[in-house]
């Protein structure tokens, strides 16, 4: 069993290193020293998160009442105040007396096996972590003098707007549903929609958190991809139900591991929502949530209304009801997405005798389609044909790697280490009959495809 969990967290310490060698993502600021939770994205992860974007993109569009927003990182500081985010959005901060490093207390609790579930409230927390107070060590200096948990609020702030003497607190939107409440009159009086409708929105989110950690699990700047679902009070639980299964449906489909998913109600919900629960994935550290489905009731649309003074209902015509919508929510951020997909498909095989590292992403994803090289980079014959090969497919695919660089081994590992599904080698036979070497990444097996036939035959792969 401690193998089986050693052997998972290298796991995440080998994605973390390939990341960085083949130019997914990079520590944030590193030539400076790192700056905690924060990570930049690489070519290569610039490619795969874009690919997981368009997929729950699409997945959104596939339903005739689905509109899309895009709406302001900063907004008023009133948002925040009749959403609970200023007074409730914290996590349990807990400072060691002896060296003052600060830690989550429902961490602390968990380095000595007690899980405790993300949606406990701070009260829960101090009283489980007051009965093992004698148990639980400093990460840092490994004291057991710890003071009281404070309530640390998770809201990043901003001095924009608070210039020239102005009072109000700015924030940095800690996620992007606000955006959605605060725009559901302008969509709704846009015509174009009516009960029951979607709001999709992908952006930037925001949060002081206080150990940001498991690489893209847990940053401080993230990217979230949220859905609120507005319905007739009526039919709001049957629609929680029915995108609970879209949105599992959604995982399988895509070609994530259907072992390494489940749902996980809350325990604990927060006194408004009518159900919620989470699609959790077995990441290397554990089973955690990867998305959050929730019923949210009336309750983000009542706060707006009654800090904004703007009338919240839907008016239906036919009906002649007036009534404040319920909204289920469906929220998942990409970078935890990605961390996802990398841990799902990263695998070390043996092919042909050989050792080695390869991404078996499902290939609508894979930030390459193909890699193409001439056999050899010393004839120019082949250099000029491998040119012409990939042309046509970068013009076709976009997503198309050039590879002239060591010998053709090499070139393979490399490109199943990132991923690749097809490595294109170009050879003196091309020059006879027009047709290509295409290796395949998961079977290693090669065929010989015609050059004109080559895009056909991709896309009946990827599609
Ligand atoms: N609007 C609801 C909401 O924001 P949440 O459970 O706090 O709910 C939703 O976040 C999703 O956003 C999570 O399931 C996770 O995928 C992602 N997420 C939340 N905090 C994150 C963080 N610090 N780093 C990366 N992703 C995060």
Not at 151 to 178: I, W
């Amino acid at each position: 069993m401690r193998d089986e969990s050693k052997k998972e967290n290298d796991l995440l310490g080998k994605i973390v290193s390939l990341c960085k060698r083949r130019g997914f993502v990079f520590q944030g600021s590193e030539i400076y020293g790192g700056f905690a939770g924060t990570y930049d994205w690489g070519h290569l992860g610039v490619a795969l998160k874009k690919n997981i974007i368009d997929a729950w993109t699409k997945a959104m569009q596939d339903h005739r009442n689905m509109t899309f927003l895009d709406s302001s990182i900063f907004t008023s500081g009133k948002v925040w105040e009749a959403s609970g985010h200023v007074s409730g959005f914290s996590d349990p901060l807990i400072i060691c007396n002896i060296c003052k490093e600060k830690s989550r207390a429902d961490h602390l609790l968990e380095s000595i096996g007690i899980k405790a579930d993300e949606k406990l409230t701070n009260l829960d927390i101090n009283k489980i972590f007051d009965t093992n107070r004698t148990r639980i060590k400093c990460p840092k200096c490994g004291g057991k003098d710890f003071g009281q948990i404070h309530a640390s609020n998770l809201l990043a702030t901003s001095n924009l707007g608070m210039l020239d003497g102005e009072e109000e607190q700015v924030y940095l939107r800690g996620e992007t549903a606000q955006g959605i409440y605060i725009n559901y009159k302008n969509v709704l009086d846009t015509g174009f929609v009516s009960i029951p409708f979607g709001i999709a929105q992908i952006g930037k989110a925001f949060r002081n958190e206080i150990s940001p950690r498991q690489f893209l699990f847990r940053k401080r700047e993230f990217e979230q991809m949220e859905m609120q679902y507005f319905s007739h009070p009526s039919e709001a639980m049957g629609n929680y139900e029915l995108w609970k299964k879209e949105r599992m449906e959604y995982y399988k489909k895509l070609g994530i591991n259907p072992r390494k998913l489940r749902f996980k109600p809350h325990e604990n919900l927060v006194f408004y929502a009518k159900a919620a629960c989470d699609i959790e994935y077995k990441f290397p550290f554990g089973w955690s949530e990867l998305e959050g489905i929730h019923y949210r009731g009336d309750y983000d649309l009542t706060q707006h209304q009654k800090f904004s003074g703007v009338d919240m209902r839907f008016y239906d015509e036919e009906t002649k009801e007036k009534y404040i919508p319920h909204i289920v929510e469906t929220s998942v951020g990409v970078d935890r997405t990605v961390l996802m997909v990398l841990c799902d498909a990263y695998c070390e095989d043996e092919l042909g005798g050989n050792k080695r590292v390869v991404l078996k992403l499902p290939l609508k994803l894979s930030p390459m389609v193909c890699a193409v090289s001439p056999l050899l980079k010393n004839k120019p014959e082949l250099v000029l044909k491998a040119q012409e090969v990939f042309s046509i497919l970068k013009k076709e695919f976009g997503r198309v790697a050039w590879d002239d660089n060591g010998n053709i081994g090499k070139r393979y590992r490399r490109q199943d280490e990132i991923g690749t599904p097809f490595c294109i080698v170009v050879d003196f036979d091309t020059l006879g009959d027009d047709t290509v070497t295409v290796r395949d990444r998961d079977t290693g097996e090669q065929e010989r495809i015609k050059v004109g036939e080559l895009i056909e035959f991709i896309k009946n792969k990827i599609n």
